[in-house]
């Protein structure tokens, strides 16, 4: 049987490279230009739209490296450190956000928006990164009460 630490894990893992595909969509559909235009027009009608537009080359290299970085975290999201939770909820918020933003914008332009196609899976992965962060949370709350010590969460 895994354990919860593994599950976790395993969960953070799932998503990083569901998001690691989502960046490829994107970036084979074309949503760097339908982005930066969206951000120009924002911009004109919005002058504080904090949203800068990308270079190819700057987009793809800042994702890549994001996603190493998530890699990386892993091992944490393993040891299932206290941060790590809150990190992984944040994590889950925004990659379920995204690939609603993707249908939404798929649907609201008339036409598949890059990274639409890749957007069930971020879904279906941030949904259940932050299932295992809900668990990990009422786990240690459990654990706290009951050893009547701080569990680093």
């Known amino acids: 049987m ?6 976790f894990g395993h969960a953070w893992i799932l998503l990083t490279s569901v998001f690691a595909l989502h960046v490829i969509d994107e ?19 919005l002058s504080f739209f904090p949203f800068p537009n990308f270079t190819f080359a700057l987009w793809l290299s800042g994702l890549i490296a994001v996603i190493i970085i998530l ?13 790590i939770i809150k990190v992984s909820v944040i994590y889950g918020i925004i990659m379920f956000i995204n690939g609603i933003l993707h249908f939404v914008a798929s649907v609201y332009f008339s036409k598949p928006i890059g990274g639409v196609y890749s957007s069930p899976l971020l879904i279906i992965g941030s949904i259940y990164l932050l299932w295992h962060a ?10 706290y009460k009951t050893s009547g010590q701080r569990t680093g969460y």
């Open 2 to 7: 895994v354990k919860g630490g593994a599950k």
């Open 27 to 45: 970036a084979v559909f074309d949503f760097l230009p339908f982005y930066n235009s969206f951000v120009t027009n924002a911009k004109e009608k």
């Open 71 to 83: 890699f990386v975290l892993s091992k944490f999201a393993y040891r299932i450190t206290g941060w």
């Open 134 to 143: 809900v668990k990990e949370l009422k786990r240690s709350k459990n654990d």
